[in-house]
């Protein structure tokens, strides 16, 4: 299965830090997503990094993938109070998904 | 374009009992999957239903079941309730299926076993 192991567990930060967050997957992928989800609610889709990508941007989002360490990292700028949730990460491909615990991400204004 | 809905939103049931969560998908999307929430296990995988038929199945008891119409909703099926069910079930829907792109997810059934 592609197991998706996020790290930290849970992060604190102050608005207006940026807040970086890792992932590790153990077979290979052909893309890997990164959700948020907001206290009790569905995910939201942040972006998708191909494997054959080495990084990506979206908005205030950079997501890095190095599939040598089977590890991506998403990167957060200028965080605001709204980013506080849980991000997971998941890696597509034998049509088995397994997300992790995520990270909660925390924002003090 | 409206997005994918779950229902009921909130059960409770008791130990023993049965239960079925439908979901809608978005319309045009073909693949359904569907995930168990909890707090000690987090995220995990139940089964994809794309065009009527599962396509992939995750490492749950025979007592989940679930399956999909030709209108591509879909619904899961929960026989002989135990307590450690309870769980926000979620599921999410895309076009190609859960390992092509993006999945548009609901906003969960919480299920509570009692």
């Known amino acids: 299965s592609q197991q998706g192991e996020e790290d930290p567990q849970a992060l604190s930060i102050q608005e207006g830090e940026n807040a970086t967050m890792n992932c590790s997957y153990k077979?290979?992928?052909?893309?890997l997503q990164w959700y948020r989800q907001n206290s009790g609610r569905g995910l939201v889709h942040l972006i998708l990094i191909r494997s054959n990508e080495r990084e990506k941007h979206s908005g205030r989002l950079r997501v890095t993938l190095d599939t040598s360490k089977k590890s991506s990292s998403l990167l957060i700028t200028a965080s605001r109070a709204a980013d506080t949730a849980s991000y997971f990460c998941v890696g597509g491909s034998n049509y088995k998904l397994t997300f992790g615990k995520g990270t909660l991400l925390t924002v003090n204004p | 374009k409206a997005g994918v809905t779950q229902t009921p939103r909130y059960l409770i049931k008791t130990r023993g009992q049965q239960v079925t969560l439908s979901c809608s998908p978005i319309s045009g999307h073909r693949s359904v999957s569907w995930y168990q929430q909890t707090p000690g296990q987090g995220l995990q995988f139940l089964f994809e239903y794309f065009s009527e038929t599962q396509r992939n199945k995750g490492n749950f008891p025979g007592r989940f079941s679930g399956r999909q119409f030709s209108n591509s909703r879909s619904e899961m099926n929960v026989s002989t309730l135990e307590l450690g069910d309870s769980a926000l079930y979620l599921c999410?829907?895309?076009?190609?299926?859960?390992?092509?792109?993006?999945?548009?997810f609901g906003e969960g059934s919480r299920l509570t076993v009692l």
């Open positions: 999410a829907s895309s076009f190609d299926g859960m390992n092509t792109g993006e999945l548009f």
């Open positions: 077979t290979s992928i052909n893309n």
